[in-house]
């Protein structure tokens, strides 16, 4: 016997190892529900965060374009007042006003990591006789790579913007058989005369992960697209990155009321995903707290049981003055052990699941779906609340044991 | 607090009864007084059903009385909580009883340990040492580390008086210790607690049923229908 323990721990681990076979089972049961939480928990990590680092490479956190156009109404006699009709004007490719000043505003902040100017519009991706619809965006390179890491996403050529030189998505290329180093006529609705019509050399070739993305989307040298899209020296966006993504609602909120811009959040644009991934969460916990309740049943019937069992020998403690507390600790610290040493095995099966899952859970290429991290904070969590769990349903068999009627367990 | 050279033991009209506010209501026990003197080694016999058992769970606090007085060591019990009686219990009063007598998870000297565990908290080399020396007094010194459910019931009955004792307590209460036991054993530990009372003073109450050692006892206490009847032993 340790002299460090107290009878109360001595006590517990003698009964569990002297039951072994039922304290091995409802470990087992305690292990298998914390790796099954500590697993889909994980997993759910994983999905979301590849979901957000997804959306992340090719979304800006805020993106500032022009205040809307105000709409008056039209009104042609006073009396018709309440059918007035109120419409949004169409909103023609609009510069952002003093954008040189915003973006040293912008600059100025401290959660602010990186801001690039852009100008994007309608655009004609020619090529013989066929004319592809494309949205043409013009880039300052380095500072827009800081938002949307082009670099990473190139399948061919480079990112390294030359002059005349465009960039263009897969798909595009494959609808017009275009490779690097090919030529491209781009056409707007300026006239050729004011430079609606440029030839650019396709530098490279990407890949956004997105059909309609790869399909529509070009980039070319910021000046390049402003004399295009007729808009010199200026701009109709801003992408905006900050240090915690998250907060880009309230910053975008802030923006809008203090610059005269119109900002938009990506949490805003992704609105649906949030919500998805929300009521994806909600599932998750759901999933979490009944395997709790079905590993506290199992626990807390053993223990029933082993009050029943060792009843004699609780009367036999009591008569030796073992107080009321005491014996109520002992199956306290039996529950707790059993939560404890099922949450340690129940990590490691985790675990296991976990690289099982990396090592055979991949696309037909050989890579991963999307990585999973081991979170030291989920392991932590998962292991004090079944150990709490353990403490919990251990709590009535403790009462009844520490209840017991000495002179009934001893006759009994 | 307690008296070193009062009674072990006093009872004043206890009474006992069962299922109280039920038609089953029983009067087990009808108003018992007895007195037992230190060093006293004391049997008590009747036949079964008179209440034998009943007196020493009140003896020994597992259970109150449904009247009466009960004094060890000249401390009034009544109006104790359980706390109370239980560390009263632990320090006064040592037991020895017919069946499973040992907690099985445990060896025979940490069995014999225990009660100086439950009363400390902590284990330390000194309780090892004293349920060492203990066993020995016993004659089991070689078994010390078996564990108490692989002895034979007469060895086994040696390591509960051997545990009994681990307290130095006044009174030892021991319910038919030797009704399980063959003739040659039951001997054995008769003569064990004899010797006990003999060295160490210790205060000895003996439910028997077997005569022959009931009159090798000091004084022999009857029970009948839940009243004593007294008569007095060999020695
Ligand atoms: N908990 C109890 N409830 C009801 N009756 C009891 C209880 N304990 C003992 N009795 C009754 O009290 C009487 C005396 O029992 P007991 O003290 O065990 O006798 P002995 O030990 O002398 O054989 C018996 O009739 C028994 O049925
Ligand atoms: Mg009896």
């Known amino acids: 016997m340790s002299p460090f323990l107290p009878f109360e721990v001595i006590a517990a681990f003698r009964f569990l190892v002297e039951g072994r ?32 680092n997804r959306v992340l490479s090719t979304q800006a956190h805020i993106v500032i374009s022009p205040p809307e156009e105000e709409a008056l109404p039209v009104r042609k006699h006073e009396a018709d007042l309440d059918i007035a009709l109120v419409q949004k ?30 100008v994007a519009g309608a655009a004609f991706a020619v090529l013989g006789d066929v004319a ?12 827009f790579f800081r938002i949307i890491d082009l670099k990473e996403k190139i399948v061919s050529g480079t990112a390294d913007l030359t002059p005349e030189g465009i960039l263009v998505g897969t798909k595009l290329a494959a609808d017009l058989g275009l490779t690097v180093g090919e030529k491209l006529r781009v056409r707007t609705n300026k006239s050729a005369d004011s430079g609606g019509d440029q030839t650019f050399v396709v530098d490279g070739i990407f890949d956004l992960g997105n059909r309609d993305a790869n399909e529509r989307s070009t980039y070319v040298p910021l000046r390049a697209a402003q004399s295009l899209l007729g808009l010199s020296g200026g701009i109709t966006t801003l992408s905006v990155n900050l240090d915690d993504p998250y907060t880009a609602e309230t910053v975008a909120e802030d923006l809008r009321n203090s610059l005269d811009v119109n900002a938009e959040s990506w949490i805003k644009t992704f609105e649906q995903v949030f919500t998805a991934l929300r009521t994806q969460s909600t599932a998750n916990y759901t999933i979490q707290f009944f395997v709790g309740v079905a590993v506290a049943l199992g626990i807390s019937s053993v223990l029933v049981v082993s009050v029943v069992q ?6 036999i403690l009591r008569a030796m003055g073992a107080s009321r507390g005491r014996i109520r600790r002992v199956f306290l610290t039996q529950g707790a052990t059993i939560g404890l040493v099922g949450s340690i095995a129940g990590s490691l099966l985790g675990i296991g699941f976990i690289v099982l899952w990396r090592l055979f859970a991949r696309n037909p290429d050989g890579t991963e779906f999307f990585p999973i991290t081991l979170q030291p904070m989920l392991f932590l969590r998962t292991g004090l609340i079944a150990t709490m769990t353990g403490v919990l349903t251990a709590l009535l068999p403790a009462q009844s044991a520490a209840r017991l009627n000495p002179v009934d367990a001893i006759r009994g | 607090m307690a008296e070193r050279n009062g009674p072990v033991l006093k009872l004043e009209g206890v009474r006992k009864s069962f299922n109280i506010g039920t038609p089953a209501e029983t009067e087990v026990l009808h108003g018992i007084d007895l ?11 009747g036949p079964s059903g008179s209440g034998k058992s009943t007196l020493l769970n009140i003896i020994g606090l597992l259970d ?167 008569s007095h032993g060999a020695a």
């Open chain 2, 64 to 230: 109150r009385p449904t009247s009466g007085r009960l004094l060890i060591e000249g401390k009034d019990t009544q109006g104790l909580d359980d706390a109370a009686q239980t560390r009263l219990r632990g320090h006064s009063i040592g037991f020895v009883f017919q069946y499973h007598h040992l907690i099985s998870a445990f060896s025979a000297a940490e069995n014999v340990m225990m009660p100086l565990l439950l009363d400390r908290g902590f284990p330390n080399a000194a309780m090892r040492t004293r349920a060492e020396d203990l066993l020995s007094e016993v004659g089991l010194e070689k078994w010390k580390n078996n564990p108490a459910s692989h002895m034979s019931g007469g060895q086994q009955q040696r390591v509960a008086i051997a545990r009994a004792l681990a307290m130095k307590p006044a009174l030892i209460l021991a319910d038919e210790p030797t009704g399980n036991l063959d003739t040659k054993s039951a001997d054995d530990v008769f003569a064990m607690m004899r010797r006990v009372n003999v060295e160490q003073g210790t205060t000895f109450l003996i439910v028997t049923h077997n005569m022959e050692l009931a009159a090798q006892t000091d004084r022999i206490i009857e029970i009948v229908d839940g009243r004593l009847r007294e």
């Open chain 1, 21 to 52: 076979r039922q304290s091995l089972l409802t470990i087992i049961g305690a292990a298998v529900g914390v790796s099954v939480v500590i697993f889909m928990a994980s997993l759910l990590a994983g999905v979301q965060a590849n979901i957000f």
């Open chain 2, 35 to 45: 007195v037992l003197e230190r060093g006293e080694f004391c049997a008590l016999i």
């Open chain 1, 310 to 315: 060792r009843s004699r020998e609780i009367g």
């Open chain 1, 89 to 118: 004007p169409a909103q023609r490719l609009r510069s952002i006003d003093q954008w040189q000043a915003i973006v040293a505003n912008l600059r100025k902040r401290p959660n602010v990591t990186a801001v690039s100017p852009t």
């Open chain 1, 132 to 143: 592809n619809p494309v949205t043409l965006t013009g880039i300052e390179p380095a500072g």
